[in-house]
């Protein structure tokens, strides 16, 4: 999907801007909510998913991507760094070296690389500022039934600020949907509930030690959460990424179709992809998901919504035409 930044925006008369750390935006997303959408992504998340596909949106702040395969070994990155941590190809060829550890994601190396094999990820960007870009859209919004998610990382790692976002996006006439882990304070997520029209819940899994162990934290706070937000909102949707070797046998299906039936909630099945793997790679970290069968996700994911729906849950599989329970 295309990407694009905004132009900067101006300051607000009489106040601070509020503003927010992005990512990326993409632009026709077909995913996350009805019709054409404008998605945008937020920095921030407190797990650390062995399978995540954007890493990138972990950290808070911004962060410095090298796709060495873009690489021509000019140099003149390092000469533009100032802390002197990247270094020159040896003799035997190949792209730079970075020394990651002190670099502070400057972007000077990016800006003077002929090639854009550096790239910084992440940038503050204004309400406004976003709020003007979605309404590009507004026409592909308006015909097709969409509008604009917010996706991340965490979007209530940034509850604030989203909230913000959200009520200039409802002045707008603009629609929305969310995305979220069900990490965060539930009164961020209940003051933004009123002011999304759709509401996206991942469940990764219903065992608290088996789901420690997969993405660093347990599920204290994401299980009550995910519950208040299918009670609390008429068109919230419950989500399991299928993750081969993780939530794919027989006591996980159980314990997702048990908390399904007891709300009454459809489910939509997120089949494992390991396009994360060459993200790890450019932000120089080693891929927690290297164990992962991706050659099993789908039929994995087959598997799981038979199970489901045998037990009479509503499933979809993503990228597949819903099915109606037992």
């Known amino acids: 999907m295309p990407a694009i930044w905004p132009e900067d925006g101006a300051v607000e008369a009489g106040g601070i801007v509020p503003s927010g ?9 077909l995913h996350d909510g009805g019709g054409l959408r404008t998605t945008i992504f937020l920095k921030g998340c407190p797990l650390r998913c062995r399978w995540c596909s954007n890493p990138e949106s972990q950290l808070p702040g911004n962060e410095l991507f090298h796709f060495a395969g873009r690489c021509m070994g000019c140099g003149a990155c390092v000469a533009a760094c100032p802390r002197s941590l990247i270094s020159a190809p040896g003799e035997d060829g190949g792209g730079v070296s970075i020394r990651r550890d002190g670099c502070v994601a400057c972007g000077k190396c990016a800006g003077a690389c ?53 009520v200039r996006f409802a002045r707008e006439g603009i629609r929305t949907a969310a995305e979220t882990s069900g990490l965060a304070d539930w ?13 996206f819940i991942d ?12 993405t660093g934290a347990g599920l204290d706070r994401i299980m009550p959460n995910a519950e208040k937000i ?31 039936v007891r709300l009454g ?21 080693a891929y927690p998901g290297a164990g992962i ?5 789908g039929t994995d994911a087959d598997r ?5 729906r045998e037990r009479g849950v509503r499933v979809a599989v993503s990228g597949r035409p819903a099915a109606k329970g037992g």
């Open 293 to 297: 069968d991706a050659g099993r996700s």
């Open 203 to 214: 469940l990764k899994h219903t065992d608290p030690i088996r789901h420690a162990e997969w």
């Open 21 to 29: 750390m992005v990512f990326d935006i993409q632009r026709f997303s």
């Open 114 to 166: 002929p090639k854009a094999a550096l790239a910084i990820k992440g940038r503050p960007m204004t309400a406004d500022e976003l709020v003007r870009t979605a309404a590009r859209d507004r026409l592909f919004h308006t015909v097709s039934g969409g509008g604009v998610t917010l996706s991340g990382g965490e979007p209530f790692a940034q509850a604030v600020f989203v909230r913000e976002l959200l």
């Open 187 to 199: 009164a961020d997520i209940e003051s933004c509930l009123p002011l999304l029209d759709e509401i």
């Open 230 to 260: 299918l009670r609390a909102h008429p068109r919230a949707t419950l989500r399991i990424p299928v993750v081969p070797g993780f939530n794919t046998g027989e006591a996980a299906g159980a314990g997702f179709a048990g908390f399904a």
């Open 304 to 308: 799981l919504a038979d199970f489901l």
């Open 265 to 285: 909630a459809g489910v939509e099945l997120l089949p494992y992809h390991a396009f994360g793997e060459g993200k790890y790679r450019s932000l120089g970290r």
